[in-house]
Every structure is written in structure tokens, then in C-alpha cells.
């Protein structure tokens, strides 16, 4: 299996910024589409951003101009640039990976926005 550690959530005040990261066990190259999905407490799994072979990128709707996600096959790493954070944004951040028809998922960081 594929095993996937997110890195990089904490505290930060309304507007600030975060990087989340995605280490992943083996070469990234043959995960398609890795992405970042949230889950806010009482609430469904949501997918934020996805990333394919090629640099492709798809991303909400409630995070258009604010995140961008983009992926360094030399580092098995995917990253998630967090920007102008809103406290509606405060959830779990997990990381996700198709290798063929299997799904993997990390065990998630926590994003909390607060003043």
C-alpha cells in the first residue's frame, strides 16, 4: 500500500498563510490524481484541490485565488499553499492518492484559523 504523512497544519490568525505537505512512500509519478480533502467537524469529506500527471490542477470553488496546489515528483511530495485564511477553513486536512482504482489516504492535519 501507499502511505501518505500531511505536515505543516497549525494556528494561524484570519488572513495568515499556511503550507501543508504530503509525503509519500513511493514515486508520486504513478499516483493520479493525488489531492487535499478537509472534514470540519459534523461534516462531510470535501475535496479541495486535485492534481494529475501534466500539472493539471481542479480546486473548489471556495478556495479559488487563495489556494494552489502543486506537486514535486523528486521530493514524493504534494503541497497545499494556504492564503488569506478564513476561520470557515478550520478542519482536518488530509491527503489522497489513486494508484490504478486503490485509494490511499493520510492520517490528516489539523488547520484551525482563529484570532
Known amino acids: 500500500q501507499v502511505q501518505l504523512v500531511e505536515s505543516g497544519g497549525g494556528l494561524v490568525q484570519p488572513g495568515g498563510s499556511l503550507r501543508l505537505s504530503c509525503a509519500a512512500s513511493?514515486?508520486?509519478?504513478?499516483?493520479?490524481?493525488m489531492g487535499w480533502y478537509s472534514q470540519a467537524p459534523g461534516q462531510q469529506r470535501e475535496w479541495v484541490e486535485k492534481i494529475w500527471a501534466g500539472d493539471t490542477t481542479k480546486l473548489a470553488d471556495s478556495v479559488k485565488g487563495r489556494f494552489t496546489i502543486s506537486r514535486d515528483s523528486a521530493k514524493n511530495t504534494v503541497y497545499l499553499q494556504m492564503n488569506s485564511l478564513k476561520p470557515e477553513d478550520t478542519a482536518v486536512y488530509y491527503c489522497?492518492?489513486?494508484?490504478?482504482?486503490?485509494?490511499?489516504w493520510g492520517q490528516g492535519t489539523q488547520v484551525t484559523v482563529s484570532s
Open positions: 513511493r514515486s508520486i509519478l504513478s499516483l493520479n490524481p
Open positions: 489522497n492518492a489513486a494508484l490504478g482504482r486503490d485509494q490511499y
